[in-house]
């Protein structure tokens, strides 16, 4: 059992003072607020806020960042030569490798404030060509669970390049399984799980699966309650190939054809129309934005500012893991939006502060992606919090109106003390628990693939 | 005098490797690559950068962080409805005020490896409306002084509220001087300047003063080599309206009636169009982009896509003080380009690297608007320089191709140990040296500005 005594903490009523969280076995037990004086505790804290889910992360393309910011001979370079070299790093990796660079992109999420990782996986071969499901899952596990962060383990199916259901090219192989030994593999998934690993399922995209198979994912999702992900709309020429093979827009093929609701995570939907945007936020589905990869691969602006007040439901996520920094995604979410309108306060639908509004809503939209009952600091839910800095200039001033304001949009330093999850500390300091042995293994994994830059 | 020993630096020609950089009186006087055995040094570094130039901060502003987020009553947030959020908070500055938040900008600015500021400054009087130029100046000057950033003081010239030449509403009285009055002042604040402190001049925006004035400030920054700062076309209504008044949008109006060249530095010019863009591209000025502070407002994006070929010269600036650092400026300032053309890489102009591009460009334009004639780890230049941790994983494998990359791109916790200004360690261990005090007067000063939020 630890008791956390905090000077402020984020209640799922709103600030409360003097709080009293109590844990036990991974879980949040008690929470207690006003408590009348100092109460023996583990850990006296400043302020205290819920983790907040990652809703999609490619942890392997932490070993991209910074390698893919420059021209190629493309004449225009885009989402598309990005893919490229993408593709080139798919074709070396092992399970070994993958642990080190999973488990050094899940340490810096967990110092940025992040307690659980949707992990949107479909690397499903070895570079020869061998299924090695199970043998990538593992990898990706034991970096979860050696580093602690909270996993939802997302297999996705993926069977083919493109509508015109095209023979998957070479590189593209690595990701291809047949529907039947997907569901195998993921059932096989879901029976491991434990108390920090739940298993949810998805495709690629509508490019990448046919619509009997997605049948058979959506069938498999909703009889085992498990959360449904799907890349969706992430560029124009998506857009343009489903509608010259299905004579629909992407997101509009999806709403017609399936039954999509609250189990459903789309991730991206950049480009989609008025009513697709209506429909969709009507369906009760979240949809996953990634600003920092948005924009790092030119993807587009989400209509955000129609999504919100028609009652849509997001979750952000890390994506190619460019940026791992929930408030600067929530931060450049907000403005791009304003860079579109050219106003300002654009998110603040519900509630006047833009801060706040966005972070509760995250923080259900994620729990929501990660099939996640319950969330916040409550009774039931997991021990996932952050412990911040309540003396830290960034914070100075600030009461319960604009604390959460103050910290989604002060581009200084996160002021981050300690990170627990499933009621275990694994941000001490500001730092990882396991920092250097992490930095050292994901060092050597970039050398043994060959992606030290000259 | 100092002796820094380099792992790797960025010199002028590029990165070198074991770069021994020998400091006395605030300049670096040697800088030898390839030294061939560990010589005597008083710090070993792992990788060694030039210190850059904010070369736009109005640092009161620094007490608006995460409160200016929510919903206004009017109908549509924009920057006009955050501009009287701001006249509420320089009602009610004085000296000792000013100095306590600004030192509170200067340190982060210098954490986050901003060297120098350029402080772009027209709080000339007291609540009272009593002329306090001289107050506001030394006020500025002390907090510089006292966390150690180099200092570009500009005063800029306020006359009036619009083109129309309206008398300024009673909030923006604090701001407002005649032009003689104002050159006075300058000339007594250039009479002071001293090994950290230089002097520029400016004017507030073409709607702020009259064409006859600004005449004057332009010859007074001629004559007297000084930088010439000015706001520009930050938002639609400023264009329109100098449409109205002049026949011509602001930068065309600007570049017809006055010698635009080098001195100059224009301050957004957001709204510029193609031949503008063009012109404004040849004159040889430099354009302050403030990415953060300009997707805060909503102002909009400036079309350096074409800006850049054209061979045009950029600077960043912090601006509003929102953000704090000058690679989420750097990072966000090509994503704001790729969102808008929906491709990657876009102001790799002369390098394939993006990052290597922005950061030299944004170093060299940054000394321009700083009117400091030399640069970079060189002899001669002034000894501002940071200090990475090359061990971090943000850099791991990372060589000269996509070491800067690597570092603008990568969103993560910028590894930044220490810091020089002027031959002295201003931040170590990440942290500024007097960051204890510096935060305990902001926040009292909040306190007294009664700025704390409920």
């Keep these: 059992m630890k008791r956390i005594l905090a000077r402020r903490a984020l209640l799922p009523t709103g600030w409360a003072e003097d709080v009293l969280v109590t844990v036990r076995d991974g879980e949040i037990v008690e929470v207690t607020a006003g408590v009348p004086s100092p109460p023996a505790a583990d850990l006296t804290a400043g302020i205290v806020i819920p983790g907040l889910t990652n809703a999609h992360s490619h942890a392997f393309q932490r070993a991209l960042a910074g390698r893919t910011e420059h021209r190629s001979d493309a004449d225009r370079d885009s989402f598309w030569t990005w893919r490229e070299r993408m593709y080139e790093l798919t074709g070396r990796l092992d ?71 095209a023979t998957p090219e070479a590189r593209q192989r690595r990701f291809t399984m047949d529907v039947e030994r997907f569901l195998a593999h993921q059932e096989r998934a879901a029976g491991s799980a434990s108390g920090r690993v739940t298993v949810g399922i998805g495709a690629h995209s509508l490019r990448a699966v046919s619509e009997s198979s997605l049948r058979r994912v959506a069938a498999r999702a909703a009889a085992s309650g498990a959360p449904l992900h799907v890349h969706i709309a992430e560029q124009r020429r998506e857009v343009e190939d489903c509608l010259g093979a299905t004579g629909s ?73 460019v940026t791992i920094n929930p408030f600067e995604e929530l931060r450049w979410l907000e403005y791009g939006q304003r860079l579109r309108s050219e106003s300002r306060n654009v998110t603040s639908v519900e509630d006047p502060h833009v801060g706040r509004e966005l972070f509760r ?94």
Aim: with cysteine; hydrophobic share 45%.
């Design 249 to 321: 827009r992407p997101v509009r093929w999806l709403l017609d054809r399936f039954d999509v609701g609250e189990p459903w995570c789309l991730v991206h939907a950049t480009h989609v129309d008025e009513a697709e945007t209506r429909d969709l936020a009507a369906s009760g589905a979240v949809v996953c934005l990634c600003p920092s990869t948005e924009g790092n691969l030119g993807d587009g602006l989400f209509p955000l500012e129609r999504f919100l007040p028609a009652g849509g439901r997001i979750a952000i996520g890390s994506d190619s893991q």
């Design 95 to 165: 399970p070994a490798s993958l642990t080190a660079i999973a488990r050094q992109a899940y340490a810096e999420m967990l110092a940025a404030g992040y307690t659980s990782v949707a992990e949107f996986h479909y690397l499903f071969r070895d570079p020869a060509g061998r299924d090695d499901a199970d043998a990538m899952f593992e990898a990706v596990r034991r970096a979860a669970a050696d580093c602690g962060i909270r996993l939802i383990y997302v297999p996705v199916l993926y069977e083919r390049a493109g509508f015109d259901a």
């Design 361 to 454: 809503r995250v923080l259900a939209g994620g729990a929501q992606a990660a099939g996640a009952p319950r969330c916040g600091l409550a009774p039931g839910a997991p021990a996932d919090l952050v412990v911040l800095d309540g003396e830290d200039p960034m914070l100075a001033g600030h009461g319960p109106a604009t604390l959460l304001d103050a910290l989604l949009f002060s581009g200084y330093r996160v002021p981050i003390e300690h990170v627990m999850v499933h009621g275990e500390w694994k941000v001490t300091g500001g730092r990882h628990v396991d920092r250097t042995r992490t930095a050292r293994d994901f060092a050597d994994a970039l050398a043994r693939l060959g992606l030290e830059s000259p």
